[in-house]
């Protein structure tokens, strides 16, 4: 586990998950604290391989997207509006998964 994530990681691994988070902090515009939270959630405790792992094959936002909102979005359209998307409701604050203080 790193100070962050609650999933055993190696340096390339560690990096995809951090990246993955900065696409929902810069392009989301969520809190980093809470971007960990969603992932923590998600793969915590998962059995995650080394760098590239097969979650590779897919950009950090298709799962910062999928983290954050519910169903198919379309994220990469210019035009896309995501006022109308369904919104993931995040982890319980205080719960297991906030590992980085909000703020």
């Known amino acids: 586990m790193t100070e962050e994530f609650t999933t055993d990681l190696d340096e390339g691994m560690l990096r995809y998950f951090r990246d993955i988070a900065d696409v929902m ?13 969603r992932i923590n959630r998600a793969y915590g405790g998962m059995e995650i391989g080394p760098y590239p792992d097969l979650m590779c094959h897919e950009l950090p936002e298709f799962w ?16 896309a ?21 909000e703020g």
């Open 81 to 101: 509006d995501p006022s109308g998307w369904e919104v993931r409701e995040a982890p319980p604050r205080g719960g297991p998964e906030w590992t980085l203080p």
């Open 25 to 37: 902090v810069r392009r989301i515009g969520m809190s980093r604290a809470e971007a960990v939270a």
């Open 64 to 79: 910062s997207y999928g983290l954050c909102y519910a169903g198919d979005v379309p994220y990469w359209e210019p035009d």
